[in-house]
């Protein structure tokens, strides 16, 4: 476990789950001291006193680098607030130059390839991780990483003239609920599940 990881286990431990569960979106579980978080149409359990999260192995093995710590931190932090409905691009956040750099670049252009000629394929996919459909682009997704902070992927399907090409979107509220290290944790979560 990282040293983030033990930090954001602490902070949780300290905060009223009422609290959290009004906040984040989740519900606690007394008995086993335990909040249920719905995250890409999956249930995960986060216990307290052992400092375990048990669920989906995709997520908690092959994406783990990416969940743990968003989850955690999204039950610290999060705020009682609803989405905007403003979309808004990772660049367009504070700071979100950061997702277009190096090792931080989303993998846009490989989900882009998975799917340039089938939407429907798109669509089944995002359907298995719990995606309501969106009205953009050719084909268009609503996932929901955590419970307030929605994340949209738009598909344009390749033709004779363009190639295949796939934007991630934030509800402009995201910002609200997560710093941008978390956000770059969710959106690249989002993407892999998407193409996995």
């Known amino acids: 476990m990282s040293v983030g990881e033990l930090k954001a286990w602490e902070i949780l431990k300290t905060l009223t789950p009422d609290d959290v569960c009004k906040r984040a979106g989740v519900q606690y579980d007394p008995a086993i001291q335990g909040y249920t978080l719905h995250s890409m149409g999956r249930d995960f359990l986060l216990t307290l006193k052992d400092e375990q999260i048990s669920g989906d192995e995709l997520f908690l093995k092959r994406l783990g680098y990416f969940f743990r710590l968003s989850a955690l931190y ?12 403003r ?22 252009d490989g989900l882009a390839t998975k799917f340039a000629t089938n939407a429907d394929n798109f669509r089944k ?11 953009f682009g050719d084909a268009a997704l609503r996932l929901f990483p955590f419970p307030k902070i929605p994340v949209y992927l ?43």
């Open 74 to 85: 999204y039950l610290n932090s999060a705020i009682d607030i609803p989405p905007t409905e």
């Open 87 to 108: 979309l808004i691009k990772p660049s367009d956040l504070k700071g979100g130059q950061l997702f277009f750099r190096g090792s931080h670049v989303l993998p846009l």
């Open 125 to 135: 996919k995002g359907h298995d991780l719990g995606a309501e459909r969106a009205q």
């Open 154 to 196: 738009i598909l344009w399907m390749q033709d004779e003239e363009f190639t295949a090409r796939a934007d991630l979107l934030f509800d402009s509220s995201s910002e609200m609920q997560a710093p941008l290290d978390i956000l770059w944790s969710v959106a690249m979560m989002t993407v892999l599940a998407m193409m996995m």
